[in-house]
């Protein structure tokens, strides 16, 4: 790999799925190809939930953690999860979406 393809590997890369329409799947597209470049490709992911102000991914992502929480099993197999990948779960902000592109 030459110096040129290095640099380009550390630029920031952003993503967006969006549409007016409700229910065509951007939160569940948004949290496969988020979980698909981070736990099994190797890249750094941020996601930016601009769904305001429900911010559905936020959601999910509290209502997972919530779960784990209360769940010894859920527990053991967070733990044991996160041990073998090396990393902790990606993050996910809030934000509108005037704020994002900020």
Not at 30 to 59: E, F, M, N, R, W
Request: contains cysteine.
């Amino acid at each position: 790999m030459n110096e040129s393809n290095m640099e380009n590997e550390k630029t920031p890369l952003y993503v967006a799925f969006s549409t007016q329409k409700g229910g065509v799947g951007k939160t569940t597209f948004t949290v496969l190809a988020a979980s698909y470049l981070y736990y099994l490709k190797g890249y750094d992911v941020a996601v930016v939930d601009c769904d305001y102000p429900q911010h559905s991914i936020a959601g999910i992502r509290k209502r997972d953690a919530e779960q784990v929480g209360a769940d010894e099993d859920y527990k053991r197999m967070a733990y044991e999860q996160f041990t073998r990948l090396g990393k902790k779960a990606y993050p996910v902000l809030c934000s509108s979406p005037e704020k994002a592109i900020a």
